[in-house]
């Protein structure tokens, strides 16, 4: 996708602080952070939003959430962190190419839904 900033970040046409790199998958420190960790986990191929995702990519969906954790723990959340994948207009999606935000860091992290 020509326009699209995250895949500008993939192709190293934008710099970011990338924290982990393979054929197929791109992380990179959010550049405003909600924590002190917060870290942006995204395909390298363009794909809109968890809507259009799409049987021939589970592979590297499972690929993501795996390396999700084994990422996280190297940014010192050794005792967990919060996944949020917001998803199109009404989900807050506001860059229309699919990432997961890992974040952590401190005990309260935004998104936190408690019962009762
Ligand atoms: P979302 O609302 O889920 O689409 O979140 C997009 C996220 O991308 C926000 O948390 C932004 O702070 C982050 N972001 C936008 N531009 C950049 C960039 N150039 N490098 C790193 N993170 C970015
Ligand atoms: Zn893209």
Known sequence: MENCIFC??????????KIYEDKDILAFND??????V??????KLHIDSLIDVQDIHQSLLGKMLSLAPQL?????????FRTII???PAG???????????I???????GMIHPG
Request: with cysteine.
């Open 8 to 17: 500008k970040i993939a192709r190293k046409e934008i710099p970011s602080n």
């Open 31 to 36: 550049i405003n952070p909600a924590a002190p």
């Open 38 to 43: 917060h870290f942006l986990l995204i395909p």
């Open 72 to 80: 996280a723990k190297e940014q010192g959340c050794e005792n967990g």
């Open 86 to 88: 917001n998803t199109g």
């Open 92 to 102: 807050g999606q506001e860059i229309f190419h699919l990432h997961f935000h890992i």
């Open 104 to 110: 952590g860091g401190r005990e309260r992290l935004p």
